[in-house]
T-cell receptor, first 113, second 114 residues
Framework: QQQVKQSPQSLIVQKGGISIINCAYE??????FPWYQQFPGKGPALLIA?????SEKKEGRFTISFNKSAKQFSLHIMDSQPGDSATYFC????????????FGTGTRLTIIP | DTEVTQTPKHLVMGMTNKKSLKCEQH?????MYWYKQKAKKPPELMFV???????INESVPSRFSPECPNSSLLNLHLHALQPEDSALYLC?????????????FGPGTRLTVL
């Protein structure tokens, strides 16, 4: 019940296209959903995060869509660029006071010219 | 500024060595974390310090010993490690007292155990 399932495992998108990564969870107590971007040999960097009181959050080319009833959330990268090539992790936690983040398994994104 | 710094960047040690990893943040965060990350896997939580006290130990072997000397510093003492402990060790911090769970990660220490 603590798992966060992430798909696809790897994704190849052409430059300028839309990259979509999906995550699903079971624990209805989760109420904070961040996405992290990680380049090889570097630490994960927070990209964007959402709470379940909104269905969508947009920051620049990055959008999180959240479906509370389906217990799913997704990351959309518009106008994907080669510099977006990285591993993306979704994560979830069950509220302020709980320090544990449950990570998805990761998606390796490659943007080709 | 959301910077977490870690030293060293790389560390090679033998199974009989004793070494330490260091982490520092100056964001006023009151929770600090150690994670272990193997290649192509998500970070695995090892320890959490909240207000300088150990609040979570994820059943980590005793050859890993965390220490939080003050609210800005976090150490991970290593002793008698095994080759399978080779990994990227990540430190993170979060604010804790303003209703946000955002964890900010450092660049990591790449550890190789020979």
């Amino acid at each position: 019940q603590q798992q966060v399932k992430q798909s696809p495992q790897s994704l190849i998108v052409q430059k300028g296209g839309i990259s979509i990564i999906n995550c699903a969870y079971e624990n209805t107590a989760f109420d904070y959903f961040p996405w992290y971007q990680q380049f090889p040999g570097k630490g994960p960097a927070l990209l964007i995060a959402i709470r379940p009181d909104v269905s969508e959050k947009k920051e620049g080319r990055f959008t999180i869509s959240f479906n509370k009833s389906a217990k799913q959330f997704s990351l959309h990268i518009m106008d994907s660029q080669p510099g977006d090539s990285a591993t993306y992790f979704c994560a979830a936690s069950d509220g302020f006071g709980n320090e544990k983040l449950t990570f998805g398994t990761g998606t390796r994104l490659t943007i080709i010219p | 500024d959301t910077e977490v710094t870690q030293t060293p960047k790389h560390l090679v040690m033998g199974m009989t060595n004793k070494k330490s990893l260091k982490c520092e943040q100056h964001m006023g965060h009151r929770a600090m974390y150690w994670y272990k990350q193997k290649a192509k896997k998500p970070p695995e939580l090892m320890f959490v310090y909240s207000y300088e006290k150990l609040s979570i130990n994820e059943s980590v072997p005793s050859r890993f010993s965390p220490e939080c000397p003050n609210s800005s510093l976090l150490n991970l003492h290593l002793h008698a490690l095994q080759p399978e402990d080779s990994a990227l060790y990540l430190c993170a911090s979060s604010q804790r007292d303003r209703g946000t769970d955002t964890q900010y990660f450092g660049p990591g220490t790449r550890l190789t155990v020979l």
